[in-house]
C-alpha cells in the first residue's frame, strides 16, 4: 500500500501497524545496501484502556458483578505480553488476585488474545470485599480500586530534565452500582474536569445518582508524550488533584 513499517520478526504479539514500545527511542538508522538513513521511531498508536463495571452493592458482602476490559494498540499489546508471560491465562487472573487482596476476578473468557490487529477484550466476574468503613452509622467506601492511581509518581518539587511518556494515552473506567433498598445516598463525589494549563492533560470525573443506582465516569488521557522541566510543576500539581479525586469515598446511611 505504499506505507513503510516497522516491524520486529522476533516479537510474536506486536501488532505489525505499531512501532513496537521497546523501539520508541526517536530516531533509528537504516543499514542498507543502497542507502543508510534515519527513521523516526515515534509512536504511532495509543494506549487504550477502557473498564466496564456493573456491580450490585451488599454491605455484608462487598461488591459483586460483572466487568468487561477492552485494550488496544499499545494497551492490548503490553496485555498480551502479560498473559503470555503468566504461562496460562488463569495464573494471569491469580496473579492480580494475589496483588489486590480486595478483588476477586473469576469465570473469565479473554477474546482476540491472538488476533493482534484486533482490541483485546476480557469479561469475568468480580467481587471486591472488604471495601467498608463504617463511622458514626454511615458506610464509606472508595469506588475505584484496581484502576486507581495511589499516589503520584512524581516527588520532587521541582525537576532538571523533560518528563517523557512513551505514548499517548486514554483511560476510562465506567461504573454502575446497585444499592439496597434499605440504604440511601448519603454523598457523593462531586463531578469534575481537570486539565494541564495547555489541555495536554486532562481528567474528567463524572457521578451521578439515578433511583437506587450510582453511576460513575473516569477518563484520563495524556496528550503529549514530552512536559518541560517548566512545565513539571503543573503537571505534577494536575496527577495531585488525580489522586485526590479517585481517594474519595461514596457514603451510604441506612433508611
Given at each position: 500500500d505504499g506505507n513503510q513499517y516497522i516491524i520486529d520478526a522476533a516479537d510474536p504479539w506486536n501488532n505489525p501497524y505499531l512501532v513496537p514500545p521497546y523501539l520508541i527511542n526517536g530516531y533509528g538508522k537504516v543499514i542498507d545496501t543502497a542507502e543508510n538513513s534515519w527513521i523516526e521511531m515515534s509512536p504511532n498508536g495509543l494506549f487504550q484502556n477502557q473498564s466496564n463495571y456493573n456491580l450490585m452493592l451488599e454491605p455484608t458482602k462487598g461488591l459483586t458483578g460483572k466487568f468487561q476490559s477492552r485494550d488496544i494498540q499499545y494497551a492490548a499489546y503490553i496485555k498480551r505480553k502479560s498473559l503470555q508471560d503468566s504461562i496460562q491465562?488463569?495464573?494471569?487472573?491469580?496473579?492480580?488476585?494475589?496483588?489486590?487482596?480486595?478483588?476477586?476476578?473469576?469465570?473469565?473468557?479473554?477474546?482476540?488474545?491472538?488476533?493482534?490487529?484486533k482490541d483485546l477484550y476480557i469479561e469475568g466476574a468480580v467481587h471486591l470485599f472488604n471495601q467498608f468503613k463504617e463511622k458514626e452509622g454511615l458506610l464509606h467506601w472508595i469506588p475505584m480500586q484496581y484502576e486507581r492511581i495511589l499516589e503520584n509518581p512524581f516527588k520532587s518539587i521541582s525537576r532538571d530534565i523533560p518528563v517523557e511518556f512513551p505514548y499517548p494515552s486514554m483511560q476510562n473506567v465506567i461504573m454502575e452500582i446497585k444499592i439496597p433498598e434499605n440504604y440511601a445516598v448519603q454523598s457523593l463525589p462531586r463531578s469534575v474536569r481537570l486539565a494541564t494549563e495547555d489541555n495536554s492533560a486532562r481528567y474528567v470525573f463524572l457521578t451521578e445518582q439515578i433511583d437506587n443506582t450510582i453511576k460513575l465516569n473516569s477518563l484520563l488521557t495524556i496528550k503529549k508524550l514530552v512536559f518541560s522541566p517548566?512545565?513539571?510543576?503543573n503537571l505534577r500539581e494536575f496527577l495531585n488533584r488525580v489522586v485526590q479525586k479517585q481517594a474519595e469515598s461514596i457514603v451510604l446511611k441506612r433508611k
Open positions: 491465562e488463569n495464573n494471569y487472573f491469580e496473579d492480580l488476585n494475589y496483588r489486590y487482596p480486595a478483588i476477586s476476578i473469576y469465570d473469565t473468557k479473554v477474546e482476540n488474545q491472538h488476533e493482534l490487529d517548566e512545565e513539571y510543576p
